[in-house]
């Protein structure tokens, strides 16, 4: 006991010396590192939805008919995080272990026993590099679209809330994801990256395929999906591109109907220290408008009282494609941004579905602004207004009664990194 309490007085007197707002470190005697860091974060808002609204489509994210009024106290679009890191140098190779646990501060809506607050287990890698680059093995955040994510205002903040009905709400905000960029996910992954420090980046990855509308028939992946993502950075200008590719089958053995996702990505951000404006968008077909592959193909569906079955291959992928613009202002003394967004995402009927007169285009369409206020270096407080919308086409027209969904909601909260 007594070796036991001399440890923790050294531990806790190495604390009160290292801890900064970058995180704890601590250098091991063998040359590796460990380090402690994250944030916690909470907003409380009010969000409503109108009483009208009917518009159900596939790719829809705002719910129907005014199922939301209600105020909420949640984690925002960013997860809370508490990471550990462990980083060491073999040689003339680094090595590194990392993990993220992201657990939330709410339960699902309407959950009377909050015994079950969810804790995500986002993070597991490993990584292997040197002056040739960097192999990471595990899981962490996809290639394709992160780019977009990480450049979101609403990524310090709420964004879209995600709610319609009781029983949603458990995990994260929805932010901007299906309003203009597909959430790149975290999977499991194998991915290489050319050595930072440059300002070009290339990375390639192999990646555990997901099904492409779990409804449909295409849900057996015998081959990983493949995303690219090349980045350039330099004097305040950053560019990227990006790919991704995947093949799924209607069946896991034998020669069967198949279909290709595939999407491209791309975005340019101009940052000042007074202000920044950045552009994305996307581009595929089979890979849906929030989640990768959620209502990229048609299901099995009734139209005119005949059932469509989907099993065409390429001419069930829907095409999806979206945008978001952004542009931040930062007064001179560098402690409050003011930001101003607005994107849409937009899901089209895929081949099959035209020729069974069954054709649509759904739209997902997010307008937020934000208030930023950097209170000391940890800590950051922020103000957010966000008002969103889901509305279709039907047959290349808005037939009667067909009335665009919205909702809004604002929100305050408070960020604490270290």
Not at 78 to 83: E, N
Not at 174 to 191: D, K, S, V
Not at 283 to 293: D, E
Request: hydrophobic share 35%; with cysteine.
């Amino acid at each position: 006991m007594r070796h036991v309490a001399v440890v923790c007085l050294g531990l806790a007197l190495w604390a009160v010396r290292t801890v900064q707002a970058q995180g704890l470190t601590m250098q091991m005697s063998n040359g590796w590192s460990f380090t402690f860091s994250g944030n916690v974060n909470a907003f409380i808002y009010y969000e409503k939805s109108n009483s009208d609204g009917n518009t159900t489509a596939p790719g829809g994210v705002t719910p129907p008919l005014g199922v939301v009024n209600a105020t909420r106290i949640t984690t925002g679009l960013l997860p809370a995080f508490a990471v550990f890191d462990a980083k060491g140098k073999e040689g003339n190779t680094d090595l590194g272990v990392h993990f993220g646990f992201a657990p939330e501060v709410q339960c699902a809506t309407g959950v009377n026993d909050c015994f079950g607050a969810q804790i995500d287990m986002r993070q597991v890698y490993l990584t292997v590099g040197g002056a040739w680059g960097q192999v990471l093995v595990g899981r962490e955040l996809g290639l394709f679209s992160r780019q977009s994510i990480l450049t979101d205002q609403t990524l310090f903040g709420v964004g879209a809330t995600g709610n319609g009905t009781p029983g949603d709400g458990a995990g994260t905000t929805l932010g901007r994801i299906g309003f203009g960029y597909i959430y790149p996910n975290f999977r499991a992954q194998i991915t290489y990256s050319t050595a930072a420090g440059r300002p070009y980046q290339l990375s390639v990855g192999l990646f555990e395929a997901a099904a492409v509308n779990p409804r449909g028939p295409y849900s057996n992946t015998r081959l990983p999906r493949l995303e690219a993502e090349l980045t350039y950075n330099r004097g305040g200008v950053k560019g990227w591109v990006g790919g991704t590719l995947q093949n799924t089958k209607t069946a896991p053995t034998g020669s069967t109907d198949g279909l290709t996702a595939w999407g491209l990505s791309g975005g340019a951000r101009y940052e000042r220290s007074a202000f920044s404006l950045t552009g994305s968008g996307y581009y595929g077909k089979g890979i849906g408008t929030t989640f990768f592959g959620n209502e990229g193909s048609c299901s099995i569906t009734t139209t005119g009282g005949q059932e469509l079955i989907c099993a065409g291959g390429g001419d069930d992928a829907r095409k999806s494609y979206g945008f978001i613009a952004q542009a931040t202002v930062t007064p001179s003394q560098g402690k409050l941004t003011v930001a101003g967004s607005y994107g849409s995402s937009y899901l089209k009927a895929s081949n099959t579905e035209k020729a069974s007169s069954a054709e649509f285009r759904t739209e997902n369409t997010l307008v937020s602004t934000g208030l930023y206020y950097q209170a000391t270096k940890s800590l950051k407080l922020v103000g957010e207004f966000d008002y969103w919308w889901t509305k279709a086409k039907i047959n290349g027209a808005t037939p009667p009664g067909l009335v665009k969904n919205t909702q809004w909601a604002p929100a305050v909260g408070a960020m604490l990194f270290f």
